[in-house]
């Protein structure tokens, strides 16, 4: 009976206090969403999961053991980009990390690929304490819930604390020099993993890690982000 309260009292105050979408500001009847439909569709997908191997692998992976490199939106495309990875970054809206999470499992699911786990590139300690989060770990966590998978936060440890890497002309590979290290406490079995990030821009940081994730044996490893930025 209390169940079926709660359902009723939810449903009243939802038509009460819509939630809102993030770009049109319509009203949204639906749990969990950011954004409207109409404006869930005009995202610009880049179709990069679908193909084989993707324009990212060739343009910048080429020298490396990497199975698929794909991100889902393409920055330059749409402000609404760049104002959901604000709010989801700046202003704590973990809703939009949750919504970004289920968007990379939809995908991947999509494009038939299985992964054993799913691994976020860390954010330094100080930099993790000052924002709170790490908004990859908001993304990871839901899209491995979603594909019933483990998803490792830990399993790479940023060591050196770099400027941001947005705000560097220099050569981001020698900054990132020996920046992550592999947490020897965490084992993973032999297996295809995935290695997620919010923006790919050079991919000097996925590189970095990718480097250090190559030197073990039996690992397959792919790479998403959310963003591409030209
Ligand atoms: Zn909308």
């Known amino acids: 009976m209390f169940a079926n309260l709660f359902r009723l009292l939810q449903t009243v105050f939802d038509l009460v206090f819509p939630l809102r979408c993030l770009a049109c500001q ?66 704590g809206n973990r809703s939009v990390g949750l919504f970004f ?41 839901c899209a491995a819930n979603s594909l019933n998978i483990p998803y490792y936060g830990n399993f790479l440890k940023r060591v050196k604390h770099t ?11 020698a900054i990132l020099q020996d920046a992550f290290r592999i947490n020897s406490r965490i084992k993973l079995s032999k297996g295809h993993y ?5 923006i790919l821009t050079t991919g000097a940081t996925l590189k970095a890690c990718s480097r250090e994730m190559n030197k073990i044996d039996g690992l397959c490893l792919s790479i998403a982000t959310i963003v591409y930025r030209n």
């Not at 786990?117 to 304490?129: A, F, M, Q, T």
């Not at 995935?194 to 919010?198: F, G, S």
């Open 26 to 91: 319509s009203a949204i009847h639906a749990p969990k969403k950011v954004l409207c439909l109409y404006c869930e569709l005009n995202l610009p997908l880049t179709f990069f999961h679908l193909m084989q191997p993707s324009p990212l692998k060739q343009q910048l992976f080429a020298a490396f053991p990497i199975h698929q490199v794909f991100s889902l939106y393409v920055f330059e495309e749409s402000a609404l980009v760049e104002s959901l990875l604000y709010e989801m970054k700046y202003k």
């Open 194 to 198: 995935l290695l997620i990030d919010d």
């Open 101 to 141: 999470g289920q968007k990379l499992a939809s995908l991947i699911a999509e494009a038939q690929l299985h992964f054993d786990g799913i691994i976020g590139v860390p954010l330094h300690p100080k930099r993790k304490r000052k924002r709170g989060f790490n908004q990859v770990d908001l993304i990871g966590e």
């Open 163 to 173: 400027p941001k890497l947005s705000q560097v002309n220099k050569d981001r590979t």
